[in-house]
């Protein structure tokens, strides 16, 4: 085996215990997105005392670290986003939250303490790297925080040539990597429709009109356009009403009918779907005689892999010789991920590191209140970053 190999899987072992040390204590105090303060301050320390050049306060409660090779060349950017969710935890584990309401449900606590032992290994051999390495620590990514960071020129001085994301994912069991060219995680729209008339008596609807059959109508031929305008196989295309307000009670038809959710595509046709959306809205309200008003809010955009990088990171799981396996058929899903700010911008991989074990009970979906990683798969995931930087910057 070649030695930096050798040398990097002593490096991991030794840190295995520090690792999962950091990921704890993140887990036992979360923070809501933009509100990481503590996190970043320990994130921020950590890569100072490592020489890494630190800017803090990117987006509010961002840390973005750069550690500089001994030779010019390209720029990588490894990302990890630090925030937690407004969930009651009930793992009942030692280090559960301190922080009422608010727990590590996604796995983001495990995310930063992986970049920050990275960064530990990393930092020794830099004059090794002809390049530099980017740390970006993201705040808020459930509400898409990435955008802001790039507004304030994260992929600027020096240009990144390249970043690589990850997600430790409780779907795919310990041990199994998913990892795929093109689209894996969905573009999102919000929607929220209004429809308004004069409304009047339930007993008497010919003499007034009526938007809940309006609504109602239109909800259901919304669904049509998943099938009926795009490829149900190559453009994967989900349109959900979750909320729905009419009315209170039962013998009035009400003046307005409201109701909002998401459309989802794992391809580019964003908005083509959206027109769609618009004409039937349009033509449905305009036959039954219903003023309308159409809102969307962008949630996130498509998460599409660049070749090359998925490349990158196959080439690392293959020479780590550890038993893992790649999953690529099935992996996509109809989650939304705000890396794709970056993956948009500069060639991008993300992948995700399985943590799905119910003899350890970490099997659970993310956002759930029983969530929880596999501390086996921190490791699995320090193991393939590194690689897969070893092998971007030629050095494996
Ligand atoms: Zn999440
Ligand atoms: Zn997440």
């Known amino acids: 085996m070649n030695?930096?190999?050798?040398?990097?899987?002593?490096?991991?072992?030794?840190?295995?215990?520090?690792?999962?040390?950091?990921?704890?204590?993140?887990?036992?105090?979360?923070?809501?997105?933009?509100?990481?303060?503590?996190?970043?301050?320990?994130?921020?320390?950590?890569?100072?005392?490592?020489?890494?050049?630190?800017?803090?306060?990117?987006?509010?409660?961002?840390?973005?670290?750069?550690?500089?090779?001994?030779?010019?060349?390209?720029?990588?950017?490894?990302?990890?986003?630090?925030?937690?969710?407004?969930?009651?935890?009930?793992?009942?584990?030692?280090?559960?939250?301190?922080?009422?309401?608010?727990?590590?449900?996604?796995?983001?606590?495990?995310?930063?303490?992986?970049?920050?032992?990275?960064?530990?290994?990393?930092?020794?051999?830099?004059?090794?790297?002809?390049?530099?390495?980017?740390?970006?620590?993201?705040?808020?990514?459930?509400?898409?925080?990435?955008?802001?960071?790039?507004?304030?020129?994260?992929?600027?001085?020096?240009?990144?040539?390249?970043?690589?994301?990850?997600?430790?994912?409780?779907?795919?069991?310990?041990?199994?990597?998913?990892?795929?060219?093109?689209?894996?995680?969905?573009?999102?729209?919000?929607?929220?429709v209004k429809l308004q008339g004069p409304g009047g008596h339930g007993g008497a609807p010919h003499k007034t009109i009526d938007p809940v059959n309006t609504a109602t109508s239109i909800i259901n031929r919304l669904k049509t356009i998943e099938t009926r305008n795009f490829d149900v196989i190559n453009e994967p295309t989900l349109i959900t009403t979750c909320k729905l307000e009419a009315g209170d009670f039962p013998i009035v038809i009400p003046e307005e009918v409201s109701f909002a959710g998401s459309i989802r595509t794992l391809h580019p046709k964003m908005n083509q779907v959206k027109e769609k959306f618009e004409n039937i809205v349009e033509k449905e309200a305009e036959i039954d005689g219903l003023n309308y008003e159409i809102d969307f809010k962008c949630g996130n955009r498509l998460l599409d892999n660049n070749l090359e990088m998925v490349k990158v990171i196959k080439g690392a799981v293959a020479v780590s010789r550890d038993k893992l396996t790649i999953k690529e058929k099935g992996i996509a899903v109809m989650l939304g991920e705000d890396f794709s700010e970056i993956s948009l911008k500069v060639p991008s991989a993300f992948y995700f590191v399985g943590t799905g074990n119910a003899n350890k009970g970490t099997d659970y979906p993310h956002h759930h209140p029983e969530f929880n990683i596999d501390e086996d798969s921190l490791k699995i995931a320090v193991k393939i970053q590194m690689l897969s930087i070893l092998r971007y910057f030629n050095l494996i």
């Open 3 to 192: 030695k930096i190999i050798k040398d990097i899987n002593q490096e991991i072992k030794s840190l295995e215990s520090e690792l999962i040390d950091l990921r704890r204590d993140f887990h036992k105090y979360p923070e809501l997105g933009f509100e990481e303060v503590r996190t970043s301050k320990i994130v921020a320390n950590y890569l100072a005392e490592l020489g890494i050049e630190v800017e803090k306060n990117v987006a509010k409660t961002g840390v973005v670290g750069l550690l500089k090779g001994g030779g010019k060349g390209k720029t990588l950017l490894l990302r990890a986003d630090m925030d937690a969710l407004p969930i009651n935890e009930k793992t009942g584990l030692h280090y559960s939250s301190e922080n009422e309401g608010i727990m590590h449900a996604c796995g983001h606590d495990g995310h930063t303490a992986i970049l920050l032992i990275i960064a530990k290994i990393i930092s020794k051999y830099k004059d090794l790297i002809s390049g530099n390495i980017k740390f970006v620590f993201q705040p808020n990514e459930e509400d898409a925080g990435a955008a802001e960071m790039v507004k304030e020129g994260i992929l600027k001085s020096p240009d990144v040539d390249g970043a690589i994301g990850l997600h430790l994912w409780s779907p795919l069991k310990t041990g199994v990597i998913g990892l795929k060219s093109g689209p894996l995680m969905a573009a999102s729209e919000y929607f929220n």
